[in-house]
């Protein structure tokens, strides 16, 4: 570390941060009115820190959970409903259907594409006849699955959780406020979650034939939301810009997911705001609304409001959700982008002395940035160390660093842990500063080429000799030349810094839509995974295509390698620019 980033660290406290974590675990923060209060609070604190605040106040569309429950043989068992699925205050009853594993329909199929695939033709293979079935599975709420189990005329979904508590989870496989196009993917069907005891009762009825009715309640509609966001001005680019970001709202009062998050984000502004003469580049934090009743609205509505500026100026975004949590003295499971898992191992190791490891991006914690083409790492930071999760007999969560208080009401302080918490607010503030001044931007690309050709290997491998890929591994080896060539010349002085910068700052815009999103630049994906390359990852299913049906998905890979092959070679050309001859 240089002496500025010492002096950084030096100055991080909880003393502001902490008695923030104390108030929101007194707010519930599920509907607007208590989230518009807590950002009242929250905007106040950094009005008495000195830190200028601007306050958006967007109007998002929420669907704000009343109640469920499953209605069996006289029971009323206690379930969490998924927000954005279909309401169902009547009940929909149904013969219950335990599925054991996820059910995975192959791309494009749907009921209506049921003639073209011939009427004999099954699209989940070992699963039973779901039509008009409710679904009991085991998991967490997944908007994948209801979609998958939607497309098989499933009348309904309970998730079994794993333990004792049922956890909240979102089920619209749409991404924030829907638009006109977007509305035909709304969820059909009612989806919840259970406990894993009243699951286990409600597979062995399903395994007697039994049924079972699903009732769920929402409060659905447009709600006027508060949406602070501090901008801390660099010096030499003020118009390019690292975003970090983290969502206020949560279910109940949230103390790990997020309030934690929150306040790591005040001490940061704090922190950042008096050492503002040591930023090259600006710097914004967001506090988001709508994470958790609108799927990610609140940062989709600034994706939408700002896409240009983020577009053109935005460096990276970095997703600040549950740090600071009990127990959690361990970085093994951060969420990170291929190009900057070295940046991002080397702040962890610098600012907490922790050896961190990380993992693709899930679809979920307002990544909402893809389409755009900015880079991005975090949503959880440090974890209970996986041998003691291993030990305790935990399951995976995704927040709260590991503890299984996770989307419960249980997610109160004894959650949080205030010595973590300082070490976290040092590793985002650490990340933060370091890209604002970084005199080269971080970003390996070569690293996420290298992911590629393990991809393109995959998939090359699956579609045999039914598609040919080695146009694009070739064009992959191309760019991968190009950038070796640019990295020889900054260090020989011959390539400068600017030039460089701009170059990889393109390069994101042309690289990260390919390995995360199929729709357009300005359009969210729907809410679920997506597969590397995702839009040759039909590949990987081509053997499930009768025969008649193979040419429709040679046709889509045939799409999706034109549409590689033109930001491959456009990313080449960049770089290549940059060049001296």
């Known amino acids: 570390m240089n002496e500025n980033e010492k002096r950084l660290l030096d100055s991080a406290t909880t003393e502001h941060a902490w008695p923030l974590v104390e108030l929101f675990s007194t707010i519930r923060r599920e509907h607007p009115d208590d989230c518009n209060r807590a950002a009242q609070h929250l905007i106040d604190r950094l009005k008495a820190l000195g830190v200028p605040v601007k306050v958006h106040e967007p109007q998002l569309y929420l669907a704000l959970p009343q109640g469920a429950h499953v209605d069996c043989e006289g029971r009323k068992l206690f379930a969490r409903p998924a927000p954005l699925s279909k309401p169902a205050p009547d009940g929909v009853n149904a013969p219950l259907a335990f599925v054991e594993k996820p059910v995975n329909p192959p791309p494009g199929w749907d009921p209506a594409s049921a003639g073209v695939f011939g009427d004999n033709y099954d699209p989940a293979p070992g699963t039973p006849d779901l039509t008009g079935k409710i679904v009991v599975q085991h998991g967490m709420i997944s908007s994948e699955r209801v979609m998958a189990v939607e497309t098989l005329g499933a009348a309904g979904i309970i998730f079994v959780n794993p333990g004792k508590y049922a956890h909240w989870g979102g089920g619209s496989y749409t991404w924030g406020t829907a638009d006109v196009d977007d509305l035909p993917h709304k969820p059909g069907i009612p989806a919840v979650a259970v406990n894993n005891a009243d699951g286990q009762a409600l597979i062995a009825l399903a395994g007697r034939g039994g049924s079972a009715t699903i009732v769920t309640q929402f409060e659905t509609g447009w709600f006027r939301s508060l949406l602070p966001v501090v901008e801390i001005p660099g010096k030499s680019e003020p118009e390019k810009f690292v975003l970090l970001h983290g969502h206020y709202d ?16 005040l001490e940061i502004a704090r922190m950042l705001w008096t050492h503002r003469d040591q930023l090259e580049r600006s710097v914004r934090i967001a506090w988001w609304p709508g ?4 799927r990610f609205a609140g940062s989709t509505w600034y994706v939408d409001e700002y896409a240009l500026d983020l577009a053109r100026n935005c460096l990276a975004h970095l997703n600040c959700d549950s740090p600071g949590c009990r127990d959690a003295t361990e970085y093994s499971l951060i969420p990170w982008m291929a190009e900057n898992a070295g940046f991002v191992k080397g702040v962890v190791k610098d600012a907490a002395s922790k050896d961190a490891e990380g993992r693709r991006p899930h679809q979920s914690s307002d990544f909402s940035f893809n389409n755009l083409g900015i880079t991005g790492f975090f949503s959880s930071s440090s974890r209970i160390p996986q041998s003691e999760i291993k030990a305790r007999g935990y399951y995976y969560v995704m ?20 010595s973590v918490l300082l070490t976290d607010i040092k590793v985002y503030a650490l990340a933060v500063f370091r890209l604002a001044n970084a005199a080269v931007l971080p970003w390996d690309w070569r690293a996420l080429l290298k992911e590629f050709d393990a991809t393109l290997a995959k ?22 030349a190009a950038l070796m060539q640019m990295a020889a010349g900054l260090e020989a002085g011959k390539v400068k810094a600017k030039a460089a910068n701009g170059a990889l700052h393109d390069i994101s815009r042309l690289l990260v839509p390919l390995n995360y999103t199929t729709g357009t630049r300005f359009r969210r994906d729907l809410s679920k995974p997506a597969s590397p390359l ?19 998905a040679t046709t889509q890979l045939r799409r999706g390698l034109n549409q590689l092959l033109t930001s491959l070679d456009e990313a080449r050309e960049r770089v290549q620019a940059v060049i001296p001859a």
């Open 399 to 418: 927040g709260n660093g590991g503890n299984l208080e996770w989307h419960t009401d249980d997610d109160l302080m004894p959650v949080a842990d205030r």
């Open 291 to 294: 994470h958790s009743t609108g």
């Open 250 to 265: 949560s279910w109940d009062v949230g103390v790990g997911d997020n309030a934690t998050g929150d306040a790591c984000m």
């Open 534 to 552: 995702t839009a040759l990852s039909v590949a990987t299913a081509l053997d499930r295509y009768p025969v008649s049906a193979l040419p429709f």
């Open 459 to 480: 998939y090359q491998s699956a579609a045999g000799n039914r598609f040919d890929l080695s146009p694009a591994q070739n064009a992959v080896a191309r760019l991968d």
